[in-house]
């Protein structure tokens, strides 16, 4: 029966190739259309971040509800105050953005980049390509500088050199010594092609300079509602102490919230949902020309019998 049917099918399709034509040319675009999309939403959506227990990482951001503001970055002073005050979390990092003009090596060339605490890497569960990642010391005031250079960089610059370890480049015209190579994964927090160790001068910062991404990873058996909790105690006593700080809250989400905003996860169901409909006409239009092919050969044969 079925290598009837494989024969049949074949006659038919030599017969009408404008119709076989048609019919797979359909089947084709439906089928690249939900596969383009679906990729999409498998990479923000469905597929797990690459990080060491991802559930556990979460965004601290401050909020405004008089300015209507939600999420928004957090300042250096009050990030200090959160990681000396919280109980909640194994430890807290934070992100800079950062530019940097690499002279020395080769041309200059200017990069983006990010300045971070040393505590990043570890909240992550990453560890660098080659070297090592930075050490708490590092952000201090006075500290040596050092760098780690961005996978991508590595390669395309250096020719993915592990001699670069321990070498100096020049960074912004300081001597800087290159300590690691930091993995791709670590641009989904900060992207950039350079990292230097974020070293904090708390009388030079202003509370209100919000800058900084803050990401933290909770402790094993805390939810994040506890968590938010507790920062709700910590940021009604700083709005206390500080009088700027009245109208500022703090804001816990998920990594998968911080990356799929609520718009951009409607959007992508939505679209999906329009694909899959887009993959069901076809299919319809399909049978409907298969059927009126049917009913043609039918009239046909009956016309010549």
Same mark, same amino acid.
């Given at each position: 029966?079925?290598?009837?049917?494989?024969?049949?099918?074949?006659?038919?399709?030599?017969?009408?190739?404008?119709?076989?034509?048609?019919?797979?040319?359909?089947?084709?675009?439906?089928?690249?259309?939900?596969?383009?999309?679906?990729?999409?939403?498998?990479?923000?959506?469905?597929?797990?971040?690459?990080?060491?227990?991802?559930?556990?990482?979460?965004?601290?951001?401050?909020?405004?509800?008089?300015?209507?503001?939600?999420?928004?970055?957090?300042?250096?002073?009050?990030?200090?105050?959160?990681?000396?005050?919280?109980?909640?979390?194994?430890?807290?990092?934070?992100?800079?953005?950062?530019?940097?003009?690499?002279?020395?090596?080769?041309?200059?060339?200017?990069?983006?980049?990010?300045?971070?605490?040393?505590?990043?890497?570890?909240?992550?569960?990453?560890?660098?390509?080659?070297?090592?990642?930075?050490?708490?010391?590092?952000?201090?005031?006075?500290?040596?500088?050092?760098?780690?250079?961005g996978e991508g960089l590595w390669k395309r610059r250096?020719?993915?050199?592990?001699?670069?370890?321990?070498?100096?480049?020049?960074?912004?015209?300081?001597?800087?010594?290159?300590?690691?190579?930091?993995?791709?994964?670590?641009?989904?927090?900060?992207?950039?092609?350079?990292?230097?160790p974020l070293a904090i001068d708390r009388s030079k910062?202003?509370?209100?300079?919000?800058?900084?991404?803050?990401?933290?990873?909770?402790?094993?058996?805390?939810?994040?509602?506890?968590?938010?909790?507790? #920062?709700?105690?910590?940021?009604?006593?700083?709005?206390?102490?500080?009088?700027?700080?009245?109208?500022?809250?703090?804001?816990?989400?998920? #990594?998968?919230?911080?990356?799929?905003?609520?718009?951009?996860?409607?959007?992508?169901?939505?679209?999906?949902?329009?694909?899959?409909?887009?993959?069901?006409?076809?299919?319809?239009?399909?049978?409907?020309?298969?059927?009126?092919?049917?009913?043609?050969?039918?009239?046909?044969?009956?016309?010549?019998?």
């Open positions: 029966m079925l290598l009837s049917d494989i024969r049949y099918t074949a006659r038919t399709m030599r017969r009408a190739p404008l119709f076989t034509a048609t019919v797979v040319l359909t089947v084709m675009l439906a089928i690249a259309a939900n596969t383009t999309i679906f990729s999409v939403v498998n990479s923000a959506m469905l597929r797990p971040l690459p990080f060491r227990e991802p559930d556990r990482l979460v965004q601290v951001a401050e909020k405004n509800d008089k300015l209507n503001l939600s999420t928004f970055a957090s300042s250096a002073l009050n990030f200090l105050d959160w990681r000396e005050q919280s109980q909640s979390f194994e430890d807290l990092a934070a992100v800079a953005p950062a530019n940097y003009t690499l002279t020395g090596s080769g041309e200059p060339e200017q990069f983006s980049g990010n300045l971070i605490t040393p505590a990043l890497t570890r909240i992550l569960g990453i560890s660098p390509v080659a070297g090592r990642a930075f050490t708490d010391p590092e952000e201090q005031l006075r500290a040596a500088p050092v760098a780690m250079i250096f020719g993915a050199d592990r001699g670069l370890i321990g070498r100096t480049i020049i960074l912004n015209d300081i001597p800087t010594t290159v300590v690691g190579i930091a993995p791709a994964a670590l641009s989904l927090i900060s992207g950039g092609d350079v990292y230097t910062e202003n509370r209100l300079s919000h800058l900084l991404l803050t990401v933290g990873r909770l402790k094993k058996g805390i939810a994040i509602e506890q968590a938010q909790a507790e #920062m709700n105690g910590i940021s009604d006593r700083m709005g206390q102490q500080y009088p700027q700080m009245r109208y500022w809250g703090i804001h816990l989400l998920s #990594m998968f919230d911080t990356f799929v905003t609520p718009d951009l996860k409607n959007g992508l169901v939505i679209l999906m949902w329009a694909v899959v409909f887009v993959l069901l006409i076809a299919c319809a239009n399909i049978a409907n020309l298969l059927l009126r092919s049917l009913g043609w050969e039918t009239y046909s044969a009956a016309r010549s019998g």
